[in-house]
């Protein structure tokens, strides 16, 4: 089974710039959650989708925003990008039926630079 | 609120020794704990969980954790560290009374192991 898959790998960006990044979950998942990580913050929750709907979300400004589609894909934006944007963006997917109990599933990451 | 502390930077074993990573938590519920992998320029690889049970839980590459509700603590261990074990080791929790409780990171521990 394939795993999680996330496109572009790396990304270089300029501030200001708004950047769109896709998550494709392990088949039969229902749920993706998004995390950013960084050396300073380490890993800190972004969002949680399931089933088209966003169950959680973490404390990040608004312009962070995600999506998810029918076939469970997700994506996620960040608008007028700044300096302290630039991380590594790990999406993560879960069956969701088992709730709490769910373990998430990484994807390889894609790595955001801004400029 | 939960949380999860990672004493330890950084940990330091010779191939062959036993090797412990530590881990503390804290959740206002039953605690649903994770630990992940990470190597260099990959996502997060899934190790072991505990829901609820036997307090010696055993995962994958020979790892194991034990559970300690009294100490709050959930350290992983391995009896023989290999050199490929060295990486950067995640302990998670998860609020299991609390709806759709999101997942919370430590801020990991590097295991380095020599030759």
């Known amino acids: 089974k394939a795993g999680v898959t996330q496109t572009p790998r790396y990304l270089i960006k300029t501030r200001g710039q708004q950047v769109t990044l896709s998550c494709s979950p392990i088949?039969?998942?229902?749920?993706v959650s998004w995390y950013q990580q960084t050396p300073g913050q380490g890993l800190q929750f972004l969002f949680e989708?399931?089933?088209?709907?966003?169950?959680n979300k973490g404390n990040f400004p608004g312009r962070f925003s995600g999506r998810q589609f029918s076939n469970s894909r997700s994506e996620m934006n960040v608008s007028t990008l700044e300096l302290g944007d630039s991380a590594l963006y790990l999406c993560?997917?879960?069956?969701?039926?088992?709730?709490?109990?769910?373990?998430?599933?990484f994807g390889p990451g894609t790595r955001l630079t801004v400029l | 609120a939960q949380s999860v502390a990672q004493p330890e930077d950084q940990v330091n074993v010779a191939e062959g020794n036993p090797l412990t990573v530590k881990c503390t938590y804290s959740?206002?519920?039953?605690?649903?704990l994770f630990w992940y992998v990470q190597y260099p320029n990959r996502g997060l690889q899934f190790l072991l969980k505990y829901i609820t049970g036997d307090n010696l839980v055993k995962g994958s590459y020979g790892f194991e954790a034990e559970f300690n509700k009294s100490q709050t603590s959930f350290h992983l261990k391995k009896p023989s560290a290999l050199v490929s074990d060295s990486a950067l080791y995640f302990c998670?929790?998860?609020?299991?009374?609390?709806?759709?409780?999101?997942?919370?990171f430590g801020k990991g521990t590097m295991l380095l192991v020599s030759p």
């Open positions: 993560a997917s879960s069956w969701g039926g088992a709730g709490r109990t769910d373990t998430q599933y």
């Open positions: 088949s039969g998942h229902r749920s």
């Open positions: 989708y399931f089933s088209e709907t966003q169950r």
């Open positions: 998670a929790v998860r609020d299991g009374d609390s709806g759709y409780s999101t997942l919370t």
């Open positions: 959740v206002s519920g039953n605690p649903y």
